[in-house]
């Protein structure tokens, strides 16, 4: 597959998270350095407490680090005001959770469209959120409310909510961890082939080794720290990394 | 817009008992307060139309300068002349806000049956000046009819009316004839043979053996004066009371007269007790229904924010801003208020129905007989009431969803 080499989509520059615990403080991250190129499918993984969900929290701007820069697509986005931060999220960045957190009073079609409305954005929403489902293979289901869907389809909805404001980049929170084989290996190759179709750029964090085998980039962590870091050139296959935890 | 409204509706109906009961809550304070609110406009109207209009008081009474202080102790030399009384009069005839100017003389005296004497106080007034003042009272004032009997008449000045306490304390019946007397402003003692027209309540309670109703004429002819102590006037609008005061001192002034002009509500001291109790009984309930509104709204938002944190971190995740969460629980508070409201009107207009169907009947104070207990509907009260409970409501809200607007996205997250 020829395509030409992204620009640098995500920059971590001497990144250090401490969370305040007591009087003293526990330290999550220590002095990350980390960058992602545009079209990466790019695992985190790594032992309970490794940092892993930090790192994905700082790069989805949920959190600030404590010290060093993060910079999204070129641009320092460390110390932007709230609003700022929520704007960039909105427009930049799907998000997929272990639990899929979608809002149980909303159908399926209405949470696609949630990003879509929170950015106010104009024409026919219900439209596009249901090409969205349409592409996870749901839109058939568009009116269900999520109580009466399987975890599986929970967490396709959850992608083409994710999916649905076509951002640069999408933080996948242990996508799988929830599903059952078969579901999360649906849930993987769709993440796959929408990498590959659009060239959006998935950071997962995982524990799970079918997600794994299919990722193009492994990050590996400890104690805060990266301690492997396979970039695409140097992989020769796409099985993983055999690395003791 | 109406994607949050759905949103905040949906979320109200996720845990139903918990919204019935913060929207009963809000209701039956609402149908409380307007409840209380009606009662205590249908006490406080028939009370100012009971001296206003039915006991023939107007909304000004204009004095000699002096006479309420001094006057009981000298009230001949605070009496109005001839002279005054038509010099106010012109003065007055100038206004068309101004529908009856009604001279009146009080005095006291003795009563006698022939075998025994009392003492009575009386109001002298113009019998036709106070009938059009009382035919133009409204409510139930306007149609009760207040004494047994007839009518007092212009011309026949012999024809008085009394209290019941009075009539019985003498003896006296409809037709009896008593005499009455009393000295004159020169100090001379007069008797004047009198006809017992009409037996009534007093106004007062502690006047109730002593009062008495008769023609100016009688009073005048009782005092052998031609002056006046009083003269009252009614105007086309309760509204005026104020600016028609106003106006009248200074035109009255211009004319060298030195007056004291009082309205209705200053001189009816009842009025005024009762409408300060009713204010305290209005306050303390409005401010415990303002505690159980305030108390159930905050309950339910913290109660929402609570189940609702991980969601609250997903929204932001996906770029609600904080003031959008703020914004999404303010409108599910204001929908409890409008809830609340409705169901608060609902419930009152229920009340005013089932009062209107049922007629309950009533003896109010300072009234003897019994009358229909009405709750007026105050269309004001009302809208004040939807207004400020939704204020209430999401003032209540407001506290809460700062705090859920404020709380950490990966803590909020990582909520179980």
């Known amino acids: 597959m020829n395509r030409a080499v992204p620009a640098s989509l995500i920059e971590l520059r001497d990144v250090s998270k401490i969370y305040s615990l007591g009087e003293g403080g526990v330290t999550a991250l220590k002095k990350v350095n980390l960058t992602i190129q545009r079209g990466e499918f790019v695992a985190v993984w790594g032992p309970s407490g490794s940092g892993k969900s930090t790192l994905c929290n700082l790069i989805g701007l949920l959190d600030s680090p404590s010290r060093g820069t993060v910079h999204l697509d070129g641009q320092d986005v460390t110390r932007l005001p709230d609003d700022h931060r929520s704007e960039l999220r909105n427009h930049s960045i799907g998000f997929i959770f272990q639990s899929f957190n979608l809002i149980p009073v909303l159908s399926a079609l209405e949470n696609v469209m949630l990003p879509l409305q929170i950015a106010k954005r104009s024409g026919k929403l219900s439209k596009m959120a249901l090409e969205r489902l349409a592409e996870v293979g749901l839109k058939d289901h568009a009116a269900h409310r999520p109580a009466k869907l399987s975890g599986g389809q929970q967490q396709r909805v959850a992608i083409a909510r994710a999916l649905v404001t076509d951002p640069a980049l999408v933080i996948a929170d242990e996508p799988t961890a929830n599903l059952d084989s078969e579901n999360a290996l649906r849930i993987i190759d769709l993440m796959r082939r929408i990498n590959h179709k659009n060239g959006t750029t998935f950071v997962f964090s995982t524990h799970d080794q079918r997600l794994l085998e299919q990722v193009d980039r492994q990050v590996l962590m400890r104690d805060g720290e990266i301690i492997e870091d396979r970039a695409p050139e140097q992989m020769e296959s796409r099985r993983p990394l055999t690395v003791r935890l | ?416």
């Open chain 2, 1 to 416: 817009m109406m994607t949050w409204i759905k949103l905040a509706l949906r979320n109200l109906f996720r845990n139903r008992r918990r919204s019935l009961f913060t929207i009963l809550a809000i209701g039956l304070g609402f149908a409380a307060v307007n409840t209380l609110g009606g009662f205590t406009e249908y006490i406080f109207t028939n009370l100012k139309e009971g001296y206003i209009y039915t006991q023939g008081n107007g909304h000004l009474s204009i004095f000699k300068a002096g006479f309420l202080k001094e006057g009981k102790l000298d009230p001949t030399r605070y009496l109005l002349d001839e002279a005054e009384v038509t010099t106010i009069q012109t003065v007055l005839t100038h206004y068309p806000e101004i529908l009856v100017v009604a001279p009146q003389l009080h005095i006291s005296g003795l009563l006698s049956n022939g075998k025994v004497s009392t003492i009575f106080v009386a109001a002298g007034r113009v019998p036709s000046a106070v009938h059009t003042i009382n035919s133009r009272a409204r409510g139930m004032m306007g149609r009760i009819q207040l004494f047994d009997g007839k009518p007092l008449e212009d011309d026949v000045i012999y024809g008085v009316g009394l209290s019941k306490g009075l009539a019985e304390q003498l003896k006296l019946g409809l037709g009896s004839d008593p005499v009455a007397m009393a000295p004159t402003v020169s100090g001379q003692i007069n008797a004047l043979d009198a006809q017992v027209f009409q037996l009534f309540d007093s106004p007062v309670e502690a006047l109730e053996d002593k009062f008495m109703l008769v023609p100016l004429k009688f009073a005048q002819n009782l005092y052998d004066t031609s002056s006046v102590d009083r003269l009252t006037v009614l105007l086309r609008d309760d509204g005026l009371t104020e600016p028609m005061r106003a106006q009248l001192a200074e035109d009255l002034a211009a004319q060298g007269l030195k007056l004291d002009i009082k309205t209705w509500n200053e001189l009816s001291t009842f009025y005024t007790k009762v409408k300060q109790m009713f204010d305290v009984i209005f306050l303390v309930t409005f401010l415990i229904v303002f505690t159980i509104v305030v108390m159930s709204v905050v309950n339910t938002v913290s109660m929402a924010i609570m189940e609702r944190t991980r969601e609250i971190g997903t929204l932001r995740a996906l770029g609600f801003k904080r003031r959008g969460i703020v914004g999404l629980f303010a409108t599910e508070s204001m929908l409890l208020g409008v809830f609340g409201s409705l169901l608060g009107t609902l419930l009152t207009l229920l009340i005013w129905f089932g009062v209107v169907l049922l007629e309950p009947t009533w003896v109010p104070p300072q009234i003897t007989r019994r009358v229909p207990l009405e709750i007026y509907l105050v269309p004001d009260y009302m809208l004040y009431s939807v207004l400020l409970l939704i204020v209430l409501s999401l003032a209540a809200a407001s506290l809460p969803a700062r705090k859920a607007a404020r709380m950490q996205i990966v803590g909020a997250l990582g909520h179980t």
